[in-house]
């Protein structure tokens, strides 16, 4: 299998995009830390997953990706347990425009604190292997999506932040392959904010005009996403790329060459 005796570390991974990151990694021969701060959900995969693939394939570690203490923790503990680090899947993320700071915190702190801490397991420079950081994006990290502002920004800020990490990292030969995926909507409980005016706040009125886009765009299963998250992880030419998973198939994005 093609990652066969490889550890990967995936954030948010109890359900959804991130359950399914986990489960096409052990498909496909590697290892997986399942972080998340969702407790009960993630032991009851982690025994679900110990009935498909055994017990020493998986570990379910809570961890909330806002705090550096526990973060810095759960990737230690997956390098004791699996001996080393090659795969990192940042994809924990939420949606609330009324605490937007928590938006901030989780969506794009999380993922520069992930980054940062993988670094210094992976890192060429300092002792690591190298290997490759796949950052969970959105369409709305490429362009606006109306109803929510901040998680927009965020995800923009995770895009920008991942092809900068992917030039200094090419510059200065750390040896670890930096990736986006930006997929349309989803099926997954994240979509459950739209009907909620506790997390859209001020922007509940554009609940229509979202759903107006859903109808426009689709929505994906979680298993096309993960079929163009396995092609970045793989595809040892991809640095740097975005790849937006869309109805009509997935397709790398073009970025302006300003610098
Ligand atoms: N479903 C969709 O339409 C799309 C989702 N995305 C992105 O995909 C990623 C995964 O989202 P989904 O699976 O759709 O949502 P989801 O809500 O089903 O899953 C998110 C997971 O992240 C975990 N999580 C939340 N806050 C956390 C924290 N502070 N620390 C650790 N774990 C935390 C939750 O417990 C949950 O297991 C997110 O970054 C989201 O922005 C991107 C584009 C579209
Ligand atoms: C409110 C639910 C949010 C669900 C999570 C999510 O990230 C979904 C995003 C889906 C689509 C965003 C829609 C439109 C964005 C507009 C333009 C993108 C243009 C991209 C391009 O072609 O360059």
Redesign the pocket.
Known sequence: MALEGKVAVV??A?????KGFSEILLKNGAKVAL????EV?GKSLKESLDEQYGPDRTLFIP????SQQQFKAAIQKTVETFGQLDIFCN????INEVDWEKAVS??LM?VVRGTYLALEHMNKLSGGQGGVIVN????AGLGPLLSVPVYTAT?HGVVGFTRAMADASKESGYGIRFNLIC????Q????NALQSPAILGQFSNLEDSTKKLMEQHGILDVSQVTEAFLQLVLDETKDGAALMVLSKGSQYSTFPSII
């Open positions: 954030t948010g109890a359900q959804g995009l991130g972080l998340d701060v969702a959900a961890c909330d990706v806002q994809n924990a993320g939420i989780v969506n999380g969970i994006a959105s369409i995800k997929p349309t909507f989803v997954t409980d994240i979509l």
